[in-house]
């Protein structure tokens, strides 16, 4: 800000405006005048308003990225689940109730196998879509 000649303003704040400017200068460690002064001359600023716009609009081309990002894996995954049902529900012929109980055994064993690969991929981070994106470059 500018020394040198000041003009003296004499004006109102609502109370809780003017706690929240008293709070504000004590943790910045300013005074309360050099923060209305620059809140003003941001408000007055030309261009202020054209650089909160490119700010805003930055962040929201970035959250529109992310977004896309996640609707591509949600696709990845439905179309990948859909897959393996398909496959599934195909290739295994329905039980005879004798074999029943075998078969809960296994599937048991084989559904801990499971979920303990798929917590070893999720801690290395080189999931299902690391391996799309490396096959399609």
Do not use: C
């Amino acid at each position: 800000m500018k020394s040198g000649n000041r003009i003296k303003h004499t004006f109102r704040l609502p109370p809780d405006v003017s706690r929240q400017l008293a709070e504000f200068a004590i943790r910045k460690r300013a005074t309360q005048a050099s923060i209305v002064e620059a809140a003003i001359v941001s408000f007055l600023s030309p261009d202020g308003s054209e650089r909160m716009e490119a700010a805003i609009t930055r962040r929201l081309d970035r959250l529109t990225k992310q977004n896309e990002r996640l609707e591509f894996q949600i696709e990845v995954t439905n179309e990948a689940l859909a897959l393996f049902v398909r496959f599934w529900l195909t290739a295994n012929p329905p039980l005879p109730d004798t074999a029943m109980a075998v078969a809960q055994a296994q599937g048991k064993e084989r559904y801990e196998g499971f979920v303990e690969a798929l917590a070893r991929i999720l801690e290395t981070g080189k999931g299902l879509f690391g391996e799309i994106a490396g096959k399609h470059r």
